[in-house]
């Protein structure tokens, strides 16, 4: 059974940090790419970041380069996003995405975890 958990949001005031954790079981996990989502009150769903499997290459998002992460540990199938500087609009759901095209198509989604930025 593919279990993607997610862990460590909370509420955080303007400037701080939080680190996020998604725990994967079910499958390879070091043959996936693995990414991070978020979905803000009323807006869509938006990539945040990604790290590949074998290389470790990350991309981001514009509005979170320079202050957010994207780490992973394949020996603990573990994937992780260290958020600094946070802002009120980081507020969302962050939801775990683990992604495999070849050779059959393979995506699997977290519940999420909310992180809300507030004074």
């Known amino acids: 059974q593919v279990q993607l958990v997610e862990s460590g949001g909370g509420l955080v005031q303007p400037g701080g940090s939080l680190r996020l954790s998604c725990a994967a079981s079910?499958?390879?996990?070091?043959?996936?790419?693995m990414s991070w989502y978020r979905q803000g009150p009323g807006k869509e769903r938006e990539l945040v970041a990604s790290i590949t499997s074998v290389s470790g290459s990350t991309n981001y998002a514009d509005p979170v380069k320079g202050r957010f992460t994207i780490s992973r540990d394949n020996a603990k199938n573990t994937v992780y996003l260290q958020m600094n500087s946070l802002k009120p609009e980081d507020t969302a759901v962050y939801i775990c995405n683990a992604l495999r095209r070849r050779p059959i198509r393979s995506d699997y989604w977290g519940q999420g975890t909310q992180v809300t930025v507030s004074s």
């Open positions: 079910g499958f390879t996990f070091s043959m996936y790419v």
